[in-house]
């Protein structure tokens, strides 16, 4: 198993000033790092997978569409250019050799319709996200629908809304991305509800439910770890917080406290636990 971690705990851009990073959290022991092209025209694609390759980590993509390019909504052009922005994403993504390209990736993060979603809105999303995976076949990147919570999205809240949004997608590189944080949200039994999703699940985050620092929360971590096990997954287990010190950053995520002394406080003691916790539910 990979353990990874993600930048935006440390940093609210992702340019050439923030390459450094990769050091840091290989000196920390993560095998996998996580990055957000926040800017993609800024994004260092090229030197970040030399930084990577010379440092042996491994790098996954995570991003969220914004609003103007929202890849359910009702007008045809908004939706062109949530594809158009998708397909450069992906083009960065291969580039700098990431493996999975994960999170709100299928439509605007934060959008809201104070209702239901509708046939129209499923139909919408579903062809929209095809022609984002048919964009990046033939590459080795796969492309993973990430479920979020009701505060964050009414469009997929369930691993039963992924796995369902997936298969209708129907390409080989659409896949499910879990996420602790929104699952104790909204799914009844976080265990059953990845051993339902199975070997569609391409990537996991093992969030605190508040955030902070895995162990020190609510997630039944016992559960869910023998629930990985029990589907065969072995792919990356990543921890996610945010910088509550990054105004911006916090603002948008609702994080108004600090979960540990420092962000390399809290990433060093949540890969201790999650290291700690998968040996003792996988023991050799």
Known sequence: ???GVNSL??????????????DKVQAMGFDTFEVTPVDPDTFPARA???RARDLDLQLNANFALPADANTIDPDPAVRARGVELSKKVIDLCVEAGVGIYCGANYCAW???TGRRRTTDEWNRGVD???AICEHAAGSPLIVAAETLNRFESFYLNTAADAVRFVEDVGLPNAAVHLDTFHMIREEDDIAAAIRATGDRMAYFHACGSHRGVPGRDM???DDTFRALRDIGYDSCITLESFNPGLERLAGLVCIWRDFAASPEDLARDGLA???AKYAEINPT
């Not at 705990?9 to 990769?22: I, R, V, Y």
């Open 1 to 3: 198993m990979r353990f």
């Open 9 to 22: 705990l440390f940093s609210g851009t992702f340019d050439e000033t923030d390459l450094e990073l990769l």
């Open 48 to 50: 970040l997978a030399q």
């Open 110 to 112: 934060g959008y809201q």
């Open 128 to 130: 929209s996200y095809r």
């Open 219 to 221: 997630v039944p971590w």
């Open 273 to 275: 636990f999650l290291r």
